[in-house]
């Protein structure tokens, strides 16, 4: 009987489900300018995820092209991309299970006078343009924007001591 107990433990039941992932975030401008930046990085932290990359960097044209390819055709797009070159951005990458979704989560709506109080965007802004972080929104988008920010040497894979202690044994 106790063996078959401590067997149904440790069973992985769900592992085959659960996928670490990794996610980007852009500290925009205006949290750099506002000085929130250590504020936001400690909002992921003490929710459990991992920083597995970080770097300063400034944005350019070409990349924004890229990265907002989607509103490219809209008129306000010119703002956008001004304000996401008018100073340089912090870029991070964030790890744990769920994580893109979890990030999203935490970020709240795009415009910060919908976003509800306790996400980011909710509790740091009043703007639709102005709204902290970017966060990417699905799987796929992650995978393509930690690609577009980051080289494969500047995203690291190290141990997280507390690993044992954000998550049961079965989830990791
Ligand atoms: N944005 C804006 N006006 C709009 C829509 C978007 O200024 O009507 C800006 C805003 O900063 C937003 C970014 O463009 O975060 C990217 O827009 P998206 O729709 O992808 O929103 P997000 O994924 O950031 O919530
Ligand atoms: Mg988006």
Redesign the pocket.
């Known amino acids: 009987m106790h063996i078959f107990l401590s067997l149904e433990i440790k069973k992985p039941l769900f592992n085959s489900l659960i996928a670490m992932e990794k996610t980007l975030v852009i500290i ?1 401008p205006g949290t750099i300018q506002r000085g929130y930046i250590g504020e936001i990085i400690q909002r992921f932290e003490k929710k459990g995820l991992q920083l597995c990359g970080m770097k300063m960097i400034q944005l350019d044209e070409k990349i924004l092209l890229e990265h ?1 390819a ?2 490219a055709h ?1 008129p ?1 797009f010119g ?2 991309k001004d ?1 996401m070159m008018i100073t340089p951005v912090i870029v991070c990458c964030w790890k744990g299970i769920d994580a893109i979704r979890i990030v999203r989560a935490m ?1 709240g ?3 910060g006078r919908d976003a509800a109080p306790g996400t980011i965007r909710g509790d740091y802004s009043v ?5 902290i972080v ?2 990417s ?1 699905s799987p796929e988008t992650a995978a393509i924007e930690l690609k577009r920010f980051f080289n494969d040497n500047e995203i690291f894979d190290y141990k997280q001591h507390q690993l044992d202690f954000l998550y049961a044994n079965d989830e990791i």
């Open positions: 925009k907002y989607h509103l809209r306000f703002r956008i304000a970020a709506v795009t415009n703007s639709v343009q102005e709204n970017h966060a929104d």
